[in-house]
């Protein structure tokens, strides 16, 4: 089954809009795992206008499910990586100042960068994901960097799918083939919501995890977030 993963950088946004602990993300960690979720994403930025560099070695020791951080492997972010040792690490190519990832891993003209990196954190005992749109030559070459893993950047998928899903899921079936041909796990992430997370889930085989942040913690202001944990994986289950 698909794990799923809750990206809580958006409860440090609300946090940090005040300056005080409210809300705790510490306790919102524990909270996404006792209602269910299978992991925790976290995606500081360097200017930790969301999740901290502090808030990462905090959430290490409260929690028991897996521990994926997402983010450019700076010199900085690095460190921090080595420093924390979760399960998984998950390298996207943004740049310092964007709202939001914008963009896969060109895998070739990255890949002695991504190799050098990606050698360190396994070394470490660190599984590796790289962020990745649906192009074959660069799932392909995704092999080459040592990565474990590919994460699919669903952006596209999610844009199309109220117009037409069969079009909108067809290139991630695509790449999910050529993924799992060349033996690369695939998770994915990026916009999936309600509406659109079944139809993906049960389209691309061998789909290991999701991670949800941003519309996962806007529908918890409606739902609350235990239902909304539960709904979530009840669409993955389904
Ligand atoms: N995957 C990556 C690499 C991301 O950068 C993000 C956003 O931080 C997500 C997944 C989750 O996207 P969303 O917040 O749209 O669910």
């Given at each position: 089954?698909?794990r799923?993963?809750?990206?809580?950088?958006?409860?440090?946004?609300?946090?940090?809009?005040?300056?005080?602990?409210?809300?705790?993300v510490?306790?919102?960690?524990?909270?996404?795992?006792?209602?269910?979720?299978q992991?925790?994403?976290?995606?500081?930025?360097?200017?930790?206008?969301?999740i901290r560099?502090?808030?990462?070695l905090?959430?290490?020791?409260?929690?028991t499910?897996?521990?994926?951080?997402?983010?450019?492997?700076?010199?900085?972010?690095?460190?921090?990586?080595?420093?924390?040792?979760?399960?998984?690490?998950?390298l996207?190519p943004?740049?310092?100042?964007?709202?939001?990832?914008?963009?896969?891993?060109?895998?070739?003209?990255?890949?002695?960068?991504?190799?050098?990196?990606?050698?360190?954190?396994?070394k470490?005992?660190?599984?590796?994901?790289v962020?990745?749109?649906?192009?074959?030559?660069?799932?392909?070459?995704?092999?080459?960097?040592?990565?474990?893993?590919?994460?699919?950047?669903?952006?596209?998928?999610?844009?199309?799918?109220?117009?037409?899903?069969?079009?909108?899921?067809?290139?991630?079936?695509?790449?999910?083939?050529?993924?799992?041909?060349?033996?690369?796990g695939?998770?994915?992430?990026?916009?999936?919501?309600?509406?659109?997370?079944?139809?993906?889930a049960q389209?691309?085989?061998?789909?290991?995890?999701?991670?949800?942040?941003?519309?996962?913690?806007?529908?918890?202001?409606?739902?609350?977030?235990e239902n909304?944990?539960?709904?979530?994986?009840?669409q993955?289950?389904?």
């Open positions: 089954m698909t799923l993963s809750v990206n809580i950088n958006k409860i440090a946004t609300l946090r940090n809009a005040r300056g005080g602990n409210v809300p705790d510490l306790k919102a960690a524990i909270d996404c795992e006792r209602f269910g979720a992991g925790i994403t976290v995606h500081p930025r360097p200017d930790e206008r969301h560099y502090q808030d990462v905090n959430i290490l020791p409260v929690i499910t897996e521990f994926n951080i997402e983010g450019y492997p700076s010199k900085s972010f690095m460190d921090l990586v080595l420093k924390v040792k979760p399960h998984q690490v998950t996207v943004d740049s310092p100042d964007v709202l939001t990832s914008n963009a896969g891993w060109d895998t070739v003209n990255n890949e002695s960068f991504l190799k050098e990196v990606i050698g360190e954190f396994k470490n005992g660190i599984r590796t994901s962020f990745i749109e649906t192009d074959e030559k660069m799932i392909r070459n995704a092999v080459k960097t040592g990565a474990d893993r590919v994460e699919l950047y669903t952006e596209k998928y999610a844009r199309d799918f109220p117009n037409n899903r069969e079009k909108a899921i067809r290139p991630f079936v695509e790449a999910a083939m050529v993924a799992n041909e060349v033996g690369l695939i998770n994915a992430g990026h916009d999936l919501d309600l509406n659109n997370l079944k139809y993906f389209h691309i085989p061998q789909l290991l995890e999701v991670s949800i942040g941003h519309a996962l913690i806007s529908d918890a202001l409606y739902f609350g977030l909304t944990i539960q709904l979530y994986l009840r993955l289950k389904d």
